[in-house]
């Protein structure tokens, strides 16, 4: 039996990928160009994308389980509704589906409701699921880096009501995780969602600190001006995600990114170790550049 992949070549899809195949599943990878896409041994690429019906006709077939991820994007919810009505056609009935913490929360901004609009297409037609809600990626913080190293700062405008950040390899490995046992197990399993969180609820004062601690010199947080942080990302990023983006962190702001009881344990019980903590990432990054 075949678990299929998409986003397979981006920094939470190949983490996936990686742990299922160490695992031993039949992996098969939907990828945008197979020249590039770089994966193990053993994995099956089919190139397409989550527009083009007929590679996802070709791509679904003979597929018993799919992992769906899709990027922030002007269509991501197309794209999602697309995929799944195909998977359908395919007589896919298992899904696990990356989606975002508090997706029921953040209702204005636009990929958190997209995501929440997807999971309940999920659990309205009937697949038997798991719905990831990742919270905030520690591995965003490589984007920033610089930023951080060179000037002392940590510029993301997470405010002082706390995330809950989890590490991208912790959350390929719970998607893998759940992909198999839904892959394996003989009769349906029951719908269910999982937040995937870290250890720690920090604020950026919190996580300036870390920073100062890990390079021996102060870091300082630059505060919660999310126009300015807009302003930033447009000019790397198209103006509708970087106004999407400023939602975002403006419901950091005002809700935090909050893990409910239990979950830490969960994970940590699912895992069989520790989750990976925001000082490690630190480290690894300090210790790189």
């Given amino acids: 039996m075949t678990i299929l992949v ?19 599943a039949d992996v098969r ?48 919810f197309t794209q999602a509704l697309i995929a799944l009505n195909v998977a359908r056609e395919a007589g896919i009935k298992r899904v696990v589906y990356l989606s975002v913490i508090h997706s029921d929360v953040y209702v204005n901004v636009p990929h958190f409701a997209g995501k929440f609009g997807v999971e309940r297409m999920i659990e309205q037609m009937g697949f038997e699921a798991t ?45 893998a995780i759940e992909l198999i046992r839904r892959e394996q197990t003989a009769g349906p399993l029951p719908f269910e969602r999982i937040n995937v969180v870290g250890p720690q609820t920090l604020t ?18 630059g505060g919660d001006e999310t126009a300015r942080f807009e302003q930033n990302l447009r000019q790397f990023m198209p103006g509708w995600m970087a106004y999407d983006m400023r939602m975002m962190a403006e419901r950091f702001l ?29 480290a690894e990054i300090a210790a790189s550049a």
């Fill in 29 to 76: 990878a939907l990828v945008r160009d197979p020249a590039k896409a770089g994966l193990p041994a053993g994995v099956t690429v089919v190139t397409g994308d989550l527009l083009d019906v007929d590679a996802l006709r070709s791509a679904f077939s003979g597929v018993s389980t799919l992992f769906l991820l899709n990027a922030v994007v002007a269509d991501e």
């Fill in 254 to 282: 005002s809700d935090g990114m909050m893990p409910d009881a239990g979950d830490v344990e969960r994970l940590t019980t699912l895992l069989g170790r520790p989750l990976r903590t925001y000082r490690n990432l630190a």
């Fill in 131 to 175: 719905i990831l809600r990742p919270a905030y990626f520690m591995s965003n913080e490589f984007t920033i880096k610089d930023v951080i190293l060179q000037h002392g700062v940590y510029p993301m405008p997470i405010g002082a009501k706390g995330l809950a950040m989890v590490d991208g390899r912790d959350l390929g490995e719970t998607a």
């Fill in 204 to 221: 950026g004062a919190e996580v300036a600190a870390i920073w100062s601690e890990v390079l021996g010199r102060p870091v300082v947080y």
């Fill in 6 to 24: 998409t986003g397979a070549t981006g920094t939470i899809g190949r983490q996936v990928v990686d742990n299922l195949v160490e695992r031993g």
